[in-house]
């Protein structure tokens, strides 16, 4: 069953909204009425942070977008007040989807916090967890795609060893790739994330299996990315949004893995497009980790369009 509320942290909260509403309170009173996109609506924690600085009468809305379906529906029972007085559009689109939620409005504002939610990692029915026997699915939108069982019933053992090794830096990826075929061609392939994790973790010496994180905390990250095209969603977010966001429009994007962090890193550095507040990538402080050990791996990039 869906649970009806989030408990994802929202991570750097503060300097996240903080830039953009700024962005906002600097328009000249004369700027058509426009938006900040929230690209990655998840919980809602940040948007519901950016609207209550920008107030209810505020001349520009939010559009959050997220291409996972549960999402949406917990965004509509949260915001319902706010959606009903046209403060916030809550659309269920990925990236590829995000213009046209925009339509011509200008983009003041663009937020991507991305990767996955608590709500997704911690649910037992998603299958993106190794602490539950979930189905094989991984999908953020369950409603397109290839779920993670129908793509280890068909890939070859080289792609998988690479997927695992690309996306999830794991070291024993061919070890793993080769373990999950051997069952696969013994009919016995894990049906669940839990048996999946076992399985992975008995590709380890046992030395390994108990010491520090889990040991198929990268081949679940490594599947996930995959499995969702994260870098390719990323990749269509900075060639086709990017460019559409208003002059002295502000950009804030929040990544965890360093294929993506690159990318971004990338794109920004060329000057004459953006803009940079701060040189270096903002991360959360220790007390931020503390309280919230998945802000540990963020950065936080911040841009202002030329
Ligand atoms: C880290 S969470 C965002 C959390 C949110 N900022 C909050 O405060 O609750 C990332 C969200 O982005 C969504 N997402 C990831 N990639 C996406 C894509 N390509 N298109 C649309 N949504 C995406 C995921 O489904 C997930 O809900």
């Given at each position: 069953?869906?649970?009806s509320q989030?408990h994802?942290?929202?991570?750097l909260?503060e300097p996240?909204?903080h830039?953009l509403v700024?962005?906002i309170?600097?328009?000249?009173e004369?700027?058509?009425?426009?938006?900040?996109?929230d690209c990655?609506?998840g919980?809602g924690g940040?948007s519901?942070?950016?609207l209550?600085k920008?107030?209810?009468?505020a001349?520009?809305?939010?559009?959050?977008i997220d291409r996972?379906?549960?999402?949406?529906?917990?965004?509509?029972?949260r915001?319902?007040?706010?959606?009903?007085l046209?403060?916030i559009e809550v659309v269920?689109a990925s990236?590829?989807?995000a213009?046209?939620a925009?339509?011509?409005?200008?983009i003041?504002?663009?937020?991507?916090d991305?990767g996955?939610s608590?709500?997704q990692i911690d649910?037992?029915?998603?299958g993106?967890?190794f602490?539950?026997?979930?189905?094989?699915?991984?999908?953020?939108?369950t409603?397109?795609?290839?779920?993670l069982?129908?793509y280890?019933?068909d890939?070859?053992?080289?792609e998988?060893?690479?997927v695992?090794w690309k996306?999830?830096e794991?070291?024993?990826?061919?070890?793993?790739?080769?373990?999950?075929?051997?069952?696969?061609?013994r009919?016995?392939?894990p049906k669940?994330t839990?048996?999946?994790?076992?399985?992975?973790?008995?590709?380890f010496p046992?030395?390994m299996?108990?010491k520090g994180?889990h040991?198929?905390?990268?081949?679940?990250?490594?599947?996930?990315i995959?499995?969702?095209?994260?870098l390719?969603?990323?990749?269509?977010l900075?060639?086709?949004?990017f460019?559409?966001?208003?002059p002295?429009?502000?950009?804030?994007?929040?990544?965890?893995?360093?294929l993506e962090?690159?990318?971004?890193?990338?794109?920004f550095?060329v000057?004459?497009?953006?803009e940079?507040?701060?040189?270096k990538?903002?991360?959360?402080?220790d007390?931020?980790?503390e309280?919230?050990s998945?802000?540990?791996?963020?950065?936080l990039?911040?841009?202002i369009k030329?």
């Amino acid at each position: 069953m869906l649970e009806s509320q989030t408990h994802h942290i929202p991570i750097l909260l503060e300097p996240i909204s903080h830039f953009l509403v700024e962005g906002i309170q600097n328009l000249p009173e004369s700027a058509p009425s426009g938006v900040i996109l929230d690209c990655t609506l998840g919980g809602g924690g940040h948007s519901a942070n950016i609207l209550s600085k920008l107030g209810r009468r505020a001349k520009h809305r939010i559009i959050g977008i997220d291409r996972d379906p549960d999402a949406i529906v917990r965004d509509q029972v949260r915001f319902a007040e706010e959606i009903s007085l046209g403060l916030i559009e809550v659309v269920h689109a990925s990236f590829s989807q995000a213009l046209e939620a925009v339509g011509d409005r200008p983009i003041y504002g663009l937020l991507a916090d991305l990767g996955i939610s608590s709500d997704q990692i911690d649910s037992q029915t998603r299958g993106f967890s190794f602490r539950y026997p979930a189905p094989l699915d991984m999908r953020m939108n369950t409603k397109a795609g290839i779920s993670l069982q129908d793509y280890l019933g068909d890939v070859s053992e080289s792609e998988l060893s690479d997927v695992i090794w690309k996306y999830g830096e794991e070291r024993l990826s061919r070890k793993i790739a080769r373990r999950l075929i051997d069952l696969r061609s013994r009919g016995i392939l894990p049906k669940n994330t839990l048996e999946l994790g076992d399985a992975v973790a008995a590709s380890f010496p046992p030395a390994m299996r108990h010491k520090g994180i889990h040991p198929a905390t990268r081949t679940f990250q490594a599947l996930r990315i995959f499995i969702n095209q994260e870098l390719n969603e990323l990749e269509l977010l900075i060639r086709d949004v990017f460019p559409k966001v208003a002059p002295g429009g502000r950009l804030a994007i929040l990544s965890f893995h360093s294929l993506e962090d690159r990318q971004v890193k990338e794109t920004f550095r060329v000057r004459e497009n953006y803009e940079l507040p701060f040189k270096k990538a903002i991360q959360a402080s220790d007390e931020e980790v503390e309280a919230n050990s998945r802000s540990r791996s963020a950065k936080l990039r911040l841009a202002i369009k030329k």
